[in-house]
């Protein structure tokens, strides 16, 4: 009898199976929006946004860093494609519509269908100049490609200098000429400002919650097996009739789409766009996220894009003292696998850390925010020695119970060696 | 007599002014068993290379059951039904034993990208279809015990017989192995010729084989054809082999 045969097996596959995730995901953000909300300080709650937004964009980047094994550093540009399009599209609808850009009160309303819409028009956008971008990517690899990646941001970043002038009126819409209105008035080069500020806990929770479905599902589907299976060696990939080609192209227009997204919900939060949201800086965060959680890893994506978000706030203001939670997490899990009196350490050490920081911050007056990429990169030396993969590995949480489990295997078994010895 | 499965013509490629692998033509029938042998350096791998779409010929004429490869990329040639495996072993290496076959099986995946993403039942049945085929794969070539593990924490021995089985799970008609004795130990030598025999007689492909081990080469090859500085020295059963004068020259210089 074969083992394989053995197996039990789950329920034969339907599509309610499919639908239970997503499901979650909108109950989920009902209640975030509707009981959360509420009580939650305006303060955190932006945090807690740009904590989704950062999900996404280390979730969607890890498709093309972490599956494929590309170097990209231009998640950025496509950021800044999917906000400014996003965004243009519901500020000047919604002045052509309702004479205003000012957002409605409700969830669910036509401004907000037209926000999902733009949206979705700033992912596609996105997407489109992803396809773009992935072609030089089937030539070029390692170095090769992270220079282009961060060309293209460049360009896409100069492009956006170009545009016109914002029209912040219907009548002046009306009156403009052709030369005004190409490039679009997008305002680029200073700030484009007044967008319906249309993000909330609901929408916000809605985008992660597709990207990480679409990214988990992708990952444990034979196409994202195909995907990492380049990443481990392109010329056995392709021997083994995996079209490398089309995986490749693919992975940057899906991770360009979800950017978009990230994009979108940026600029409906934050009123306005800046040149300077969509900098080399942002890539930067975004790989530091994929690095630090591990390639491939969604959940170390996830947590590392939690971790930084915010860890950034902390550090602009290291008062508060339940943001120890944050060091202590963090020097936990790079020492995970160690001994007991490694960890405890590890958990003092955070803890002079933080009470440092939080001293300094008090006392001398030090905004240790501004030290944030020295701390990054402090962050990554000691990840890189102590941690190579990174939090995760490749792994996910949904293998730490078996993870676990060995690890006390080991452990007994060498407790019962010493016993015999 | 039938038409070769893969039939090779002329087939030449140069890499400046060196020609790698000149006239090169080779006619593998269903169920052949042939030896690619020469030196180091005379272009073995290299033929190998053009055969599934690494290198592009310059010249000459590639047919796989009655249809042109040539200029075609190896995926698809793979998929047309032409497998190998590697020198240097070319594993998955994060992966486990299981899912390096699975990405094999990539190949016949008939599952749209929508239909994996929103969990259709046909990519649902797909996939368990696929986890079934990997594991009777692994089963056959006695890897199934250790289907869960790294492909790195495999001992070499293993790790060959996983790109055999990976190479398996693509369903080729040829299958080509490049030196798949390197580095074993006779025991492991023994073990993989009885393997390629049953490969061959489970898996209905024909196999043609690169090898330096002479002894191995010679007792199951049906023909072989030996290539010195890319050029095809000689052609025949073991014994027509053994004793070509060139062959001789070839492998011990000249008297």
């Known amino acids: 009898m074969l083992d394989y045969a053995a197996k039990p097996r789950t329920a034969e596959p339907s599509w309610l199976g499919g639908l239970i995730a997503p499901a979650i995901v909108i109950a989920l953000a009902f209640v975030l929006y509707a009981v959360v909300r509420p009580i939650t300080d305006d303060y955190y709650a932006r945090v807690a946004m740009n904590v989704g937004i950062a999900i996404i964009m280390a979730v969607s980047l890890n498709i093309v860093n972490g599956y494929t094994g590309q170097f990209s550093l231009g998640h950025a540009a496509f950021f800044a494609i999917g906000g400014y399009t996003a965004a243009g599209i519901s500020y000047y609808a919604s002045i052509e519509l309702w004479n205003s850009p000012a957002a409605h009160e409700g969830l669910f309303n036509a401004q907000s269908g037209l926000f999902l819409l733009a949206t979705i028009a700033g992912g596609l956008v996105a997407a489109a100049a992803g396809w773009l971008v992935g072609l030089p990517s089937l030539r070029l690899r390692g170095d090769y490609l992270a220079i282009v990646t961060l060309g293209f941001g460049e360009i896409v970043r100069v492009l956006l200098q170009q545009t016109n002038n914002q029209l912040d009126s219907k009548a002046k819409i009306a009156a403009a000429k052709w030369s005004e209105l190409f490039p679009p008035p997008l305002n680029a080069a200073r700030s484009f400002i007044n967008i319906p500020n249309i993000t909330n806990f609901f929408w916000v929770t809605l985008m992660v919650g597709a990207c990480l479905i679409f990214a988990w599902r992708l990952k444990r589907s034979t196409f994202g097996r195909a995907m990492i299976a380049i990443r481990e060696n392109e010329v056995a990939a392709e021997a083994m009739g995996v079209n490398i080609t089309r995986l490749k192209v693919w992975a940057f227009v899906f991770a360009a789409f979800f950017a978009g997204i990230a994009g979108s919900l940026y600029a409906h939060l934050s009123f306005q766009l800046n040149p300077g949201d969509s900098g080399i800086q942002r890539s930067i965060d975004a790989v530091i996220m994929v690095v630090l959680g591990g390639l491939g890893s969604i959940s170390g994506a996830t947590l590392a894009a939690i971790l930084l978000t915010i860890g950034n706030e902390w550090l602009r203001e290291p008062t508060h003292l339940w943001y120890y939670v944050l060091p202590l997490l963090v020097l936990r899990l790079i020492f995970w696998p160690a001994n007991r009196m490694k960890a405890a350490i590890g958990w003092l050490v955070a803890l002079g850390l933080a009470e440092g920081a939080r001293s300094l911050a008090i006392y001398e007056g030090v905004a240790p925010g501004d030290y944030r990429m020295i701390l990054y990169a402090l962050a990554l030396i000691l990840m890189m020695i102590l941690r190579p993969s990174g939090l995760f590995g490749t792994r996910e949480i949904t293998d730490l119970p078996a993870m676990r489990r060995k690890l006390l295997n080991r452990k007994s078994v060498q407790r019962g060696i010493e016993v015999i010895q | ?255």
């Open chain 2, 1 to 255: 007599m039938t038409a070769p499965l893969l039939s090779v013509q002329n087939l030449s490629i140069s890499f400046g002014g060196l020609k790698a692998v000149s006239d090169f033509s080779l006619d593998l029938h269903d169920g052949d068993l042939q030896g690619l042998i020469g030196p180091n350096g005379a272009g073995k791998t290299t033929c190998f290379n053009l055969l599934t779409g690494v290198y592009c010929a310059d010249d000459g004429e590639m047919k796989l059951a009655g249809e042109s490869i040539n200029r075609k990329k190896p995926f698809q040639i793979t998929a047309a039904g032409m497998a190998r495996t590697f020198q240097n072993i070319r594993l998955f290496q994060e992966l486990t034993v299981l899912e390096n076959v699975k990405v094999a099986c990539h190949l016949h995946a008939r599952q749209s990208l929508a239909g994996a993403v929103l969990r259709s039942p046909f990519a649902g049945r797909e996939e368990r279809a696929i986890d079934d085929r990997s594991r009777a794969i692994l089963d056959r070539l006695g890897l199934l015990a250790r289907a869960d593990e790294a492909a790195t924490s495999l001992p070499y021995g293993d790790q060959r017989r996983l790109e055999i089985a990976r190479a398996l799970a693509t369903e080729p008609k040829v299958l080509l192995l490049d030196e798949p004795a390197a580095g074993m130990n006779p025991q492991e030598k023994i073990e993989l010729t009885q393997l390629i025999a049953f490969i061959r007689e489970q898996f209905k492909v024909a196999v043609l084989l690169i090898e330096h081990d002479m002894k191995l080469v010679m007792s199951i090859c049906e023909k072989i054809t030996v290539l010195d500085h890319g050029e095809t020295i000689a052609c025949g059963n073991a014994d027509e082999v053994q004793g070509n004068s060139k062959v001789i020259e070839a492998y011990l210089g000249e008297a």
